[in-house]
Structure formats: C-alpha cells, structure tokens
C-alpha cells in the first residue's frame, strides 16, 4: 500500500451509504419543490423525472465506473486515464463547482441549525402560517445570525471531514436515512388530508404542458443533476475508495430510486399543504422553511416531531456537506492522508468567506443586483444551471471516448451480472443522447436568452 495511505470504505454499505448521503439532501429536499413552485409544477417534475433515469443514471455510473477503475480521486483518476490532455479540467471544474455549490449549500444548512436550535426552545404548535413567513424572514435577515449559523454548519463539515469521511457516514447513515423516510411518510399524510390539498397533489403531478419554457427544461436539468451529485466528479473520488466487489449498477439505480422517491416525498408535503394554507408555490428559496413548520403545528405532538425532522434534515444536509468538501479536500492531498487535515481547514475557510455574500444576500445585501438575481440565487444558477450541466456534458464526451468499451464493460461487470444488452443500452445514452441532449438544452436556453 506505501507510506500514501489509501481511503477505503470500511463496509460493503459503506460505500452506497455514503454516495446516497450525497445525493440525498437539499436537493431533494428544498431545492425541488422551491424550483417546481417557480417553474411549472407538474410539468417540471416529469422533465425532471426523464433526466434524471436517461442522464441522470447512465452518467452515475459513468462516474462509478472511472472511479473504481482507476482508483484515484476525480483529478488524479481523468489524468492517468487521458495523461497529457486537458481532460483532467473535468476534475478541476468539479472542484471549483464543489467550492462554489457548498459555500451556498451550507448558508441553507446554517438556516436549518438555526430552525433546530429554535425548535428546542420554542415550538410550532398554536401559530399561524403567516406567523411562520414573518418569523423566517426575520431569521434570515439577521446577518449576524446567518453568517454564524453558516459558520457553524461548515465547521460541522469539516469536523467530520478532517478525519476521513468515512467514519463520518457509515456509523449514522444506516439509522438516520430510513428515520428521514417514516418521518417524511408522517408529513405526507398530513399534508395530503389537510383541506384543499387536492389542488396541490394536482399541482405537482398533473403537467401542464403549456407551462414549459426553455427555463423549465434548463432548471429541470439542473435540477437532475444537483439531487445526483452529478457533474463535479464527487462519484468518481467516491467509488475510487471501493476496492471491488459491489455491484456498480445496482448501487446506481439503488441511489436513483431514492432520490426520486425522496423527491416525490418532498413534493407531497409541500404543495399540498401551501394550496392548503393559501399560500403561493412561487416562494422561492424559504418555501420549505415556511410550510413545514406550518404542517407540523397541525399535527399532534408536531413540536416533538419537529425536532426530529429538522434533525434528520440537518443530518442528510451535512452528507451533502461532506461530498463536497471531500471533493475538494481530496483534490489536493491526492490521498496522501498526512495533508488532510490542514487541507480540510484551508478549504473549508475559504468556502465560508465565499459563503458570507451569500448569506447576506437575504438581508443587508438583498437591494444588491447581479444581473437581476441575488448573490445566492446568482451563484446557485452559475453551479446548478451552467457549471453542473457543462461538467456532466464533459463527462459524458469523455467515457466513451478516453474509455475503450470492452474496458468499461468489465469494470462494470466486477461485482454485477450485468447483462450485455444492458450495457449497451447504456452506452447508447452517455456517449449520444445524454451529450445531445446537454447541448440541445444549452442552445435552446441561449437562443431564449437572445445570446446568438
Ligand atoms: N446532491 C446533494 C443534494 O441534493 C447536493 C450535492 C452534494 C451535490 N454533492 C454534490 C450536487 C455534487 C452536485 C454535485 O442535496
């Protein structure tokens, strides 16, 4: 093994619990149903849905597939495939968009240290809704507050990360991930018996076809990719810590399934409950912060229950969190473990420096306009609409080409009974529909934008 010691998962589980704990979070979450409620319901979750089983999952496994193969970390793992090409830019562009996405990702994560730390002092039950809208605004406009939350959330990232990330998820993942599914499954039937819930169940499920636009399709996009932890090459640097044996496939379509049942459970406790209470699904980012704690004051015993949701929430926030510092870590001590620790420090100041407008950015910095967005929401379009589609497209390119297709059908036969036409299918959609598809959804956003 050398005197470079290798990071390894320590557990056959170890390695799905770990990559689901990164796709599962905010994405899924937060980020779905505030973007559904912006951009057409219904019809956003179908476009999203097609991405997410014909991109989304051939490019998982692409990236499982380079990662085991070569066993290094996302930078390390494009340069020895392509030596002396550029193609190792993948790496790095998935390291700057992992910086970017976290300092942004763990202001919402502060949001939620600030929820659970309020829950144990002061309850939801016996408020109003519109009590729940004034009393996140107020939160979030604190810049002291949001500033030190962010803090507080990142130093838990790095914490865990410093020290490996993988005894930072096993232990917890295999307790903490089926309690988030009963608790969401309890919201659920909440939220779908509340009165007038049937106009949100509507909402989110039934497409209206004629509320698609360009944008729809892009955030949809974008959108496949964020839940996945696609495009930044965090799958690549995680299943390079897998010796061998697990099947690749099936961890791949295991992540796929929970993700969007997950997704599914989210939009099922939001939408039904913000028709119910009369509320707009175009909230924006708070959406979720206003509406489940409303649901949870209608529910028996919602202030305990409350508590462990937001919990739960904190914790697959903070999975999320640590993929992508590791991303980034990893990137830089190449799996020498002697420079993890100060590089898990370094890292992780920086991104809260590049955090801090962010999380202004509902407060003292809202009057401030970049291109008619927010800094938060600026940034959160660069990463999730542009740098991740632009690394998933690379990605994509890049397997088929560098990789030749025997050489992929073994790595990911190693631990699966893959059948060929499977396979092949497979290939059919990373090497022509998925880079196809990427660029059409470019060009057709570009020409809406009046770029050409
Ligand atoms: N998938 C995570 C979520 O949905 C966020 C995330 C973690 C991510 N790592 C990523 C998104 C890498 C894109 C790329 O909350």
Redesign the pocket.
Known sequence: MGQKQQEQWTSKLGFILAAAG???????IW?LPYVAGTSGGGAFFLIFLLFTIFLGLPLLLAEFTIGRHTQKEAVSAYRTIAPGSFWHWIGKLGVG??FL?LSF?SVVGGWIVIYLARSFTQGVQGLEVNQFGQMFEETISNPFLVVFAHFIFLLMTILVVQGGVQKGIERFSKIMMPALFILFLIIVIRSVTLEGASEGIQFFLMPDFSSITGETILFALGQA????????S?MVTYSSYLKSGESLPKSAVSIVSLTIFISLLAGLAIFPAVFSFGLEPAEGPPLIFIVLPAVFSSIPLGNIFFILFMSLLLFA?LT??F??LE?VVASITKNDAAKRKKATWVAGILIFIMGIPSALSFGVMSGVSFFGHSFFDLMDFLVSNVM?PLGALLIAIFTPLKLKKDALYEEMRRGSSLKRVMFDIWYILIKYVTPIAIIIVFLHVLGAFDLF
């Open positions: 990164s796709a599962i979070g905010l994405g899924a980020k968009t992992s996405l990702y990719f964020f839940a996945l932890s696609l495009g930044v965090i926030t999320s969190a993929s992508l991303m991740l």
